[in-house]
């Protein structure tokens, strides 16, 4: 069962985001998690890389931490790209470590109602099952045909 969320939470959390902790970001450009990422970045909003595997490395002109623990600067969003299974301790950490947090975000196929009540019961917005590249594209006039900003379209196609 997915939740709903209105246009204007959405439009609301999304404006007011500056810094974005994603969580399973791959530095493989073909990988979903990275171009999230990098519209993220492009759209003037600081990434800060989470993954394990590639710690110490540099993503986005950050660099990329073990774990949110190693965060140590405000946040106002972790957004998670990890099966659903794995948020519960994201989440733990992301309100334990992560200072100004004001969103947890789950990306697309990813829910946990566990970890967003214990989230919103600490008074942190929780968007499941959500892009917000898609979600940003949509709210702020981004989208084109098929739902892809493809930029100029040819006359001569």
Known sequence: MSETYTDAQLRRILQ????VAVVGVSPNPVRPSY?????????????????????????FGETVRADLTELNAPVDMVDIFRRSEHVPPIVDAALEH???????W???GVENPEAAET???????????????????????????GGFNTGVISSKL
């Open 35 to 59: 171009f999230v990422a990098r519209y993220l970045k492009l759209k003037g909003i600081r990434v800060i890389p989470v993954n394990p595997g590639h710690a110490g490395t540099t993503l």
């Open 98 to 104: 992560v200072p100004g947090l004001r969103t947890i």
């Open 119 to 145: 989230a919103r019961a600490r008074g942190v917005d929780v968007v499941m099952n959500r892009c917000p590249k898609i979600e940003y594209q949509r709210l702020f006039g981004e989208l084109r045909m």
């Open 16 to 19: 007011r985001t500056r810094c």
């Open 106 to 108: 789950m990306q697309i």
